[in-house]
């Protein structure tokens, strides 16, 4: 059974940082596209960064050169460190595992199994 396990997060002042980690269970970690995803009540959740299994990385213009993801194999984790952050970054951030789908998937119809979902905030 795939379970993806979030843990990171909280409350920052504009212009902090966080790192959030979501970790892969049930699968093997190295052959998928991991992403991650954020939602607020004003939105649908959109898309924030994604690594493929051969580690490129892609990035939503908005997080373009203040976020960056990243992989560990050996944890079956992937990261998502977040500087430079604006209030505007407020949502709840998802990690998610993309099976089938080669490449580096931006659309959450691609994913198939998802975190738990956790709170960023950022305060200006």
């Known amino acids: 059974q795939v379970q993806l396990v979030q843990s990171g997060g909280g409350l920052v002042q504009a212009e902090g940082s966080l790192r959030l980690s979501c970790t892969l269970s049930?699968?093997?970690?190295?052959?998928?596209?991991m992403g991650w995803f954020r939602q607020t009540p004003e939105k649908d959740r959109e898309f924030v960064a994604v690594?493929?299994?051969?580690?490129?990385?892609v990035y939503a213009d908005s997080v373009k050169g203040r976020f960056t993801i990243s992989r560990n194999s050996a944890k079956n984790t992937v990261y998502l460190q977040m500087n430079t952050l604006k209030p505007e970054d407020t949502a709840v951030y998802y990690c998610?595992?993309?099976?089938?789908?080669?490449?580096?998937?931006?659309?959450?119809?691609?994913?198939?199994?998802w975190g738990q979902g956790t709170q960023v905030t950022v305060s200006s």
């Open positions: 998610a595992v993309s099976v089938g789908v080669t490449g580096t998937p931006q659309y959450p119809g691609e994913y198939n199994s």
């Open positions: 690594s493929s299994s051969g580690g490129d990385a």
């Open positions: 049930g699968r093997t970690f190295d052959y998928y596209a």
